[in-house]
């Protein structure tokens, strides 16, 4: 989403992984072209995206580019250091189990927010009761399912008291969307904030403050003196961040040196064609994007709440779809292979990942069977063609998705099995749209929050989770309660397979692609720009 989607996730690769996201560093531009090598001298950094926000209150949103804008202006107890996979202390002193159930946590004394308020323990304490009283359909605090309670027994001293102890993950929650700290005296207790509101306070405690801000158009930041935080402190003298509506433009901003980065989403086709530029350089590596298909389990056909319900009419009809969906032709036909197929619900590269689809559906070892298709459905008294409504989002997910689903419905359509009804809507919309039960299958996909298997499955098929597809399978949730706090490895990494074993029989959504190219980078820009998170940290900038 996820999303959130997303700081978030904290796989630590080289540049940190976007997917096929691509950032581009400009070697030359208006903006950026002579940045300091002292804290926060140079001039402002210019930024290009065609992400789209919708909401900077931390409890309403989980996307991309919401997080994105969350990642550099709040502060978090826990953070990872640029090129690592392990959070380490950043507001807090330090942050330890001391027993099985209270992870405590101590502050830095005398914290601040932008706006001169104190930050205290009071502020952790509300920061995370409000992501779980307002428990916003489109906000993160699915990944608070383990947090029984917090007291505060001083101003410098936070107890989490978690209902299952032992939790590997907790840490790791701690540097996620659902854990920026935010101030008790601005921001509502028991609703979303809106996003004005919060930019007239300056709440700000991370390593940048918004000087100004007009959603999906302009935001200008500004390093923050006072940030006490563990991350570096930025080395340019600010970020001026600026809203494409579609990447063609955003593209030619690169191209004519008008921005310094461009992120989320040039094309494949774009991405190869910059590949030419001297200007910029292609960096490749390993990817912790996904992109799948959710299904709705009361709106899809035969489901829950529909008038010819049948939950085994149903459960064949996303098998049929399974068995005709061909990987590794969206991979390469739309994507240029900067994507590879994915055949579970974590992707490879991440210890236990398995490829739990890949013998369950299709001929077995990832090709589509139509024959196979054909077959389920019939078994399971299934008339053909079955329609299906199938939703999909451009500016969000980029310029490729309309190929990338075009690609789909020719996929289902192929053999008369499908009449798939393709519909595209605005992220904004989209994204409340999902939750109220309005498609019942859709596009998504997720970068990471942190770095373990979990953060794949947890969030998708926990009984509350954030899809809000009404997927509910009792044992998933004991596995996912097991995993989460099983100290030893070997064993946690046979339950992170049963977990995708049982889902991919269930088949609550799809996997189809794993993000694989890192970063276009500017010739004449070095230096760190990614945090790891598989999010952009406006971090520093080394000439």
């Known amino acids: 989403m996820t999303l959130h989607t997303s700081g978030r996730g904290r796989l630590g690769l080289a540049l940190g992984a976007l997917g096929a996201s691509a950032i581009v560093l400009a070697g030359c531009s208006a903006g950026g072209g002579d940045n300091g090598s002292d804290s926060g001298s140079g001039d402002p950094l210019v930024v290009g995206t065609t992400d789209k926000?919708?909401?900077?209150?931390?409890?309403?949103?989980?996307?991309?580019?919401?997080?994105?804008?969350?990642?550099?202006?709040?502060?978090?107890?826990?953070?990872?250091?640029?090129?690592?996979?392990?959070?380490?202390?950043?507001?807090?002193?330090?942050?330890?189990?001391?027993?099985?159930?209270?992870?405590?946590?101590?502050?830095?004394s005398g914290l601040k927010f932008a706006n001169g308020h104190d930050l205290t323990s009071s502020d952790v304490k509300f920061s995370f009761d409000r992501q779980v009283t307002i428990a916003d359909p489109n906000g993160p605090s699915s990944l608070l399912g383990n947090l029984d309670s917090v007291e505060t027994p001083d101003d410098t001293t936070v107890v989490f008291t978690l209902k299952n102890g032992n939790d590997q993950i907790w840490p790791q929650i701690l540097s996620s969307p659902a854990a920026p700290i935010v101030d008790e005296e601005v921001f509502s207790a028991d609703a979303v904030t809106p996003d004005d509101t919060i930019v007239e306070a300056k709440p700000f405690a991370g390593q940048y403050t918004i000087d100004s801000y007009k959603q999906n158009e302009l935001i200008s930041y500004a390093p923050y003196a006072d940030y006490q935080g563990s991350l570096p402190k930025p080395e340019n003298g600010g970020i001026s961040a600026k809203y494409y509506a579609d990447a063609s433009n955003l593209k030619l901003?690169?191209?004519?040196?008008?921005?310094?980065?461009?992120?989320?989403?040039?094309?494949?086709?774009?991405?190869?064609?910059?590949?030419?530029?001297?200007?910029?350089?292609?960096?490749?590596g390993p990817g912790g994007e996904i992109r799948y298909i959710v299904f709705n389990f009361d709106t899809m056909p035969f489901g829950a709440t529909t008038p010819e319900a049948d939950?085994?009419?149903?459960?064949?009809?996303?098998?049929?779809?399974?068995?005709?969906?061909?990987?590794?032709?969206?991979?390469?036909?739309?994507?240029?292979?900067?994507?590879?197929?994915?055949?579970?619900?974590?992707?490879?590269?991440?210890?236990?990942?398995?490829?739990?689809?890949?013998?369950?559906?299709?001929?077995?070892?990832?090709?589509?069977?139509?024959?196979?298709?054909?077959?389920?459905?019939?078994?399971?008294g299934v008339s053909t063609p079955v329609t299906l409504n199938l939703q999909y989002n451009g500016d969000h997910y980029g310029p490729s998705s309309g190929d990338e689903y075009a690609a789909v419905k020719a996929q289902l359509e192929e053999?008369?099995?499908?009449?798939?009804?393709?519909?595209?809507?605005?992220?904004?919309?989209?994204?409340?749209?999902?939750?109220?039960?309005?498609?019942?299958?859709?596009?998504?996909?997720?970068?990471?929050?942190?770095?373990d298997a979990d953060n794949y499955?947890?969030?998708?098929?926990?009984?509350?989770?954030?899809?809000?597809?009404h997927y509910d399978n009792a044992e998933v949730q004991k596995l996912l309660v097991e995993e989460a706090t099983q100290t030893d490895k070997a064993t946690r990494e046979q339950q992170l397979g049963e977990i995708q074993d049982k889902v991919a029989a269930d088949l609550s959504t799809l996997p189809l692609l794993q993000g694989k190219q890192v970063a276009v980078v500017g010739s004449s820009v070095e230096g760190a720009v990614l945090d790891g998170?598989?999010?952009?940290?406006?971090?520093p900038l080394h000439k």
């Open 415 to 451: 053999d008369g099995l499908f009449t798939v009804n393709l519909a595209q809507t605005e992220w904004v919309q989209y994204s409340k749209d999902r939750t109220a039960d309005v498609y019942p299958a859709y596009q998504l996909g997720w970068f990471p929050d942190y770095s």
């Open 253 to 284: 901003d690169v191209q004519s040196g008008a921005i310094d980065v461009a992120f989320r989403s040039l094309s494949a086709t774009d991405i190869a064609d910059l590949s030419s530029n001297d200007a910029v350089k292609i960096v490749d």
């Open 457 to 469: 499955l947890t969030p998708f098929f926990s009984a509350d989770n954030f899809l809000g597809n």
């Open 53 to 108: 926000i919708s909401s900077i209150d931390p409890a309403g949103s989980y996307d991309n580019g919401s997080f994105a804008v969350m990642n550099q202006v709040y502060p978090f107890l826990l953070n990872s250091q640029y090129g690592t996979s392990d959070v380490t202390p950043d507001i807090a002193e330090s942050a330890e189990f001391t027993s099985p159930t209270e992870y405590t946590v101590k502050l830095k």
């Open 311 to 380: 939950a085994a009419k149903s459960l064949a009809v996303r098998q049929a779809a399974a068995d005709l969906i061909d990987r590794q032709a969206i991979a390469t036909d739309v994507y240029k292979d900067t994507y590879s197929p994915l055949y579970s619900y974590v992707p490879q590269g991440v210890a236990g990942a398995n490829e739990a689809l890949k013998g369950l559906y299709g001929d077995g070892s990832g090709m589509p069977d139509a024959a196979k298709a054909k077959a389920t459905l019939e078994t399971a």
């Open 533 to 539: 998170s598989f999010k952009f940290r406006y971090a």
